[in-house]
Each structure stands twice: as C-alpha cells, then as structure tokens.
T-cell receptor, first 115, second 112 residues
Framework: EAQVTQNPRYLITVTGKKLTVTCSQNMNHEYMSWYRQDPGLGLRQIYYSMNVEVTDKGDVPEGYKVSRKEKRNFPLILESPSPNQTSLYFC??????????????FGPGTRLTVL | AQSVSQHNHHVILSEAASLELGCNYSYGGTVNLFWYVQYPGQHLQLLLK??????LVKGIKGFEAEFIKSKFSFNLRKPSVQWSDTAEYFCAVNTNAGKSTFGDGTTLTVKP
C-alpha cells in the first residue's frame, strides 16, 4: 500500500531534550516536506526537500533540522525543543513539483508536546 | 513571498445547502492550486487540483473549483452538502521551486 509513515505518533518530552521524528514514504517520490499544524494557523511549511541531499527552508524553519540521505526518508530533528514547538506535525511527499501528479500525500501526523 | 487567504474560518450549513469556500493567493509566477480536506482525526487528503488547462476542475465527492487567474482565486464549490462533508478544508499553492503554502483552513459543519 502506498503510504507515508511517521513515528512516533504521539510524543511528550521536556524542554531541551533532543528528539527525532521519522518520516518514510514507499512511493519513490522525489519531493518531501514537513509541516506543523496549529489552530487558526493552518499548515505551515518547516522544511522541504526536492531530492536526496537537497533541502530548503520553508516558512518556519527556526528550531528544526532535517536531512535527506535517502530518497525514502526525511527525518525532522529538534535539537533543543521548546514549548512553542508543541504542535501537530505532518510529513508529506509528492512527485516533482511542477508535474501534473504533484499533489502531496500526507502521513498520519505526530502530536508533540514539549513541557 | 507567496500567500494564501481563505475568507471563511467557520461555515455552518444545513444538509442540501450549497457551499462555496473562498480562496485567494498571491504569487507572481506559475502555481499549482489544490484543495485538501481533513476529516476529524484524519490526515489531509486531496479533493482536487488545478495544474493547467480547463479552469473548472472537478474533484472527488462532487466538489469542484474554478481558477480565475485575473482574480488570483480558486474557490471551492459543492451544490449540495452532506453531513459527511463536515471537515476542515485547506486551499494550497505550490510553486515549481517546491515551496508550498496553505491557507489557514475553513471548518465546515453540516447539520443533519
């Protein structure tokens, strides 16, 4: 089944404790992206990757890191989480932007709480 | 910088009423336009998209949207809503460079 998976689905942590949220897709998509969803703010793009070893900042990259060493994986790293990073995080993937089939497929979400 | 504006934050309708959700975007270049839906407790799913060609696009579940380039708009419509359409709806813009911008979302509540 074509899908985007994220782990963990739920995470409660404390300020300053490094964490990684994994994202994997099995559709051989070149493009992957991370979003955070907050009430009243919709989805805001954190980072995106057009291909392996190519990453770019979205609208809200501060406090986050990403890497794209393999096509299928795109982990989101919070080196020193803070309470304002409490949010619902979605990973998404698509074929190359600009092509007809470039709608994004979303993972199930990771609900992160930073105390 | 690109931006997306959704005019209605919360819409309440009765079943069989017609729906129109507004979406305007700002970007000077070529864009692809999308409407996604998020049912309660689920992740986002594509409703429809505009890439090129006919500005009136049809999606799943009877939804359609019209791209009006001169107005930078991509409004979502459905002639007759059902209770199962209760969800949050997001308009989104993608550029060929990979940047993706979503609107703040519109929560639709359909009363049976």
């Amino acid at each position: 089944e074509a899908q985007v998976t994220q782990n963990p689905r739920y995470l409660i942590t404390v300020t300053g404790k490094k964490l990684t949220v994994t994202c994997s897709q099995n559709m051989n998509h070149e493009y992957m992206s991370w979003y955070r969803q907050d009430p009243g703010l919709g989805l805001r793009q954190i980072y995106y990757s057009m291909n392996v070893e190519v990453t770019d900042k979205g609208d809200v990259p501060e406090g986050y890191k990403v890497s794209r060493k393999e096509k299928r994986n795109f982990p989101l790293i919070l080196e020193s989480p803070s309470p304002n990073q409490t949010s619902l995080y979605f990973c998404a993937s698509s074929e190359t932007p600009g092509q007809w089939s470039n709608e994004q497929f979303f993972g199930p979400g990771t609900r992160l709480t930073v105390l | 910088a690109q931006s997306v504006s959704q005019h209605n934050h919360h819409v309440i309708l009765s079943e069989a009423a017609s729906l129109e959700l507004g979406c305007n975007y700002s970007y000077g270049g070529t864009v692809n336009l999308f409407w996604y839906v998020q049912y309660p407790g689920q992740h986002l799913q594509l409703l429809l998209k505009y890439f090129s060609g006919d500005p009136l696009v049809k999606g799943i579940k009877g939804f359609e949207a019209e791209f009006i380039k001169s107005k930078f708009s991509f409004n979502l419509r459905k002639p007759s809503v059902q209770w199962s359409d209760t969800a949050e709806y997001f308009c989104a813009v993608n550029t060929n460079a990979g940047k993706s911008t979503f609107g703040d979302g519109t929560t639709l509540t359909v009363k049976p």
